[in-house]
């Protein structure tokens, strides 16, 4: 199991977890649920932020909260 800030660009993977805390419920509201298929698209140049495909669209975010998203590499 990886968390999602250590994948590389096109790799896809499945949320198995999300460590609890502060942040947690709102990536939850932003379609990261356990169970979702996400997918790198794009890392930017300083490699932070990186830009996921979760739910259906794209999300950005900071490798710091992205290491709390644990997945499975399918």
Known sequence: MKSLAEIEKGEIGVISEIENGSLSLRLM???????????LKAVAPLG??????????SLSLRKKDASKIKIKIV
């Open 48 to 57: 932070d932020p990186i830009a996921i495909e979760v739910a259906g669209y």
């Open 29 to 39: 509201e932003m379609g990261c649920v356990i169970g979702e298929e996400v997918k």
